[in-house]
């Protein structure tokens, strides 16, 4: 598979903090890449980096070949429209409908009528599973798992090559984060997506992840198949994944295979 992300020597650092040094990552076209690590070791911050909502002091991120932050303008906007974002609480917009909320990047970006951006939008909001009276809806009238998904919608609303997740299971009920990831697995095999994910989410990582990169020691520790990862000697590798509920999540993640080759 090719690189469709590389960082190199990235370097964030917040007054006297040093977050990330010389931190090096590659994600592989198509797969699920699953980002842990311990709290404070920089897993958004690394995300917000590649997206270019934080410029780091030093390194290069390429994506798709580019590197987003010498573009002009023009060429920097649409290398961003091949980035869809799915934030941890969602960032809706409170005042706007969810159909209003998807529609909106499609009316800046894509130069459509507001009754074609609508139409895009109701689509969208099929793709990820919302019922169709959850358009005229507001933020604040929907459950937590309506508001990942909305968002997710809005996220897919200009059909982008990558999918970055920031915790897309925090706060749901073990229920809707199962359905969640099973939404993610479907969209990325449907769409050739490629997914940057960051989650704690143990039963997710086990669930959907092709690759688990691990962030500790402001750099990128390993990033392998998560058999690879679980085996490798680091103490906080060792209690997150061998720990009682990574030992739970692996059984039930064995259990479910076990039953699919019935």
């Known amino acids: 598979m090719n690189s469709i992300i590389e960082v190199r020597q990235l370097h964030n650092q917040f007054g006297r903090q040093v977050v990330h040094h010389q931190l090096d990552l590659d994600v592989l076209e198509g797969e699920i890449l699953s980002v842990v690590g311990g709290s404070g070791t920089g897993k958004s911050v690394l995300l917000r980096s590649i997206v270019g909502l934080n410029q780091p002091k030093s390194g290069k991120i390429r994506i798709l070949g580019q590197m987003l932050q010498p573009l002009p303008s023009s060429e920097r906007s649409a290398l961003k429209q091949?980035?869809?974002?799915?934030?941890q609480q969602g960032a809706l917009f409170s005042s706007l409908t969810v159909a209003e909320n998807v529609a909106l990047p499609l009316l800046e970006h894509r130069g459509l009528t507001r009754k074609e951006a609508h139409q895009v939008a109701l689509m969208k909001l099929g793709l990820v599973g919302l019922p169709k009276d959850a358009a005229q809806k507001f933020p604040a009238n929907l459950s937590g798992g309506m508001?990942?998904?909305?968002?997710?919608?809005?996220?897919?609303?200009?059909?982008?090559?990558?999918?970055?997740?920031?915790?897309?299971?925090?706060?749901?009920?073990?229920?809707?984060?199962?359905?969640?990831?099973?939404?993610?697995?479907?969209?990325?095999?449907?769409?050739?997506?490629?997914?940057?994910?960051?989650?704690?989410?143990?039963?997710?990582?086990?669930?959907?992840?092709?690759?688990?990169?691990?962030?500790?020691?402001?750099?990128?520790?390993?990033?392998?198949?998560?058999?690879?990862?679980a085996a490798h000697p680091d103490p906080w590798i060792q209690a997150y994944f061998h720990g009682p509920r990574g030992r739970a999540a692996q059984q039930t993640q064995s259990a479910l295979s076990s039953g699919a080759d019935m």
């Open 82 to 87: 091949q980035l869809g974002v799915l934030f």
């Open 147 to 229: 508001i990942k998904r909305a968002a997710l919608a809005r996220a897919l609303a200009l059909d982008p090559r990558i999918l970055f997740l920031d915790e897309p299971t925090a706060g749901l009920d073990p229920i809707s984060a199962a359905e969640f990831d099973q939404l993610i697995l479907t969209l990325r095999n449907a769409l050739g997506l490629t997914v940057f994910m960051v989650t704690h989410d143990l039963d997710t990582i086990y669930t959907i992840s092709d690759r688990i990169a691990v962030i500790s020691q402001q750099r990128v520790l390993v990033n392998d198949r998560i058999d690879l990862v």
